[in-house]
C-alpha cells in the first residue's frame, strides 16, 4: 500500500473520530438548548456577553461538519480548540491539575478534543476531503 495514501486514510480517521464526537456535544445543545443558559451566566461571570453562548453551535455543530467533510478542516481545528479553551476556562478549571477516580487526568476528554484540534490543524485534512489542505 502507498505510504502516502495510509497517511490519508490516517487523517481521514482522526477528522472522523473529532468531526463526529463533537458533533455528538452539538447535537446534544441543539435537543437540549437551555445548556446555553449554564453557557451564558459562566460568560457573564468573566464579563462576556452572555450571547457569546451561541457560538458554541460553531465550535460544536459547524466545525465539526467542515471537519469531517475536509472543507477548511484546519480552520476547524482551530474552532474546536478555541471552544475547548472555553470550556476549560468557564467550568473546568479547578480540574487543571486533578486526577480521575481511576487514576487518569480529570480532563483526559477535554485534552482528546483540544490535542485533536490541534492534530487537524497540523496535519491538515489529507487527500481524502473536499477540499484537501
Known sequence: ???LFVDDIGRLVLRLTL??????????????????NFIGA???DLGLPHGMA??????????PLMIIAGLYSRIGGVVVMI???FAL???HSTQLLTLSKNGGWALELQGFYLFCGLAVLLL??????????
Open 1 to 3: 500500500m502507498n505510504p
Open 19 to 36: 468531526g463526529v464526537l463533537t458533533l455528538f456535544h452539538g447535537v446534544a445543545k441543539i435537543l437540549h438548548p437551555d445548556a446555553l
Open 42 to 44: 459562566k460568560l457573564t
Open 54 to 63: 451561541y457560538l458554541v453551535y460553531v465550535g460544536e455543530v459547524v466545525a
Open 83 to 85: 471552544n475547548m479553551l
Open 89 to 91: 476556562a468557564l467550568v
Open 124 to 133: 491538515g485534512s489529507g487527500k481524502i476531503a473536499i477540499k484537501p489542505d
